[in-house]
């Protein structure tokens, strides 16, 4: 599992929150925008384990939601994943016989910062600026 988490940006954060439901909007459309590059990061990576492609076909971004004052998104898959594509954790987090070849986990680290860019941009984009 990889998350986005929204933090710092306060003047940015400020005049979002100012506009009311329009400011979730933005926010929420910039959270997800900046989602897509470690998404499709993860995918790539999963040419080596995932023959088939389902596992790369079934990852998604959750929509957006808020834990306590941070508003995320789950990106990939959940340890407690029971889709159809539950094997997809198990090279993510390993088992008792198998080491964990991470491949969301790389991938957030290698594009972290390209989805603070996309999410200022997307910001700015919204307010106007």
Same mark, same amino acid.
């Given at each position: ?6 933090? @710092? ?13 329009? @400011? ?69 987090? @390993? ?17 972290? @910062? ?16």
């Amino acid at each position: 599992m990889a998350e986005i988490e929204l933090q @710092g940006m306060q003047e940015l954060l400020n005049k979002v929150e100012e506009l009311g439901k329009r @400011g979730k909007r933005i926010e929420n459309k910039a959270i997800l925008a900046a989602a897509k590059p470690i998404l499709d990061a993860a995918a790539k990576t999963t040419l080596f384990y995932d023959v088939s492609g389902d596992g790369r076909a079934g990852l998604k971004v959750s929509r957006v939601y808020t834990k306590g004052d941070t508003k995320r998104v789950i990106i990939g898959i959940e340890k407690g994943d029971i889709s159809e594509i539950f094997y997809m954790k198990m090279i993510e987090f @390993g088992t008792s016989k198998m080491v964990a070849r991470p491949f969301l986990q790389n991938a957030y680290i290698l594009k972290k @910062g390209e989805a603070m860019e996309i999410l200022k941009k997307e910001f700015r984009k919204g307010l106007g600026l």
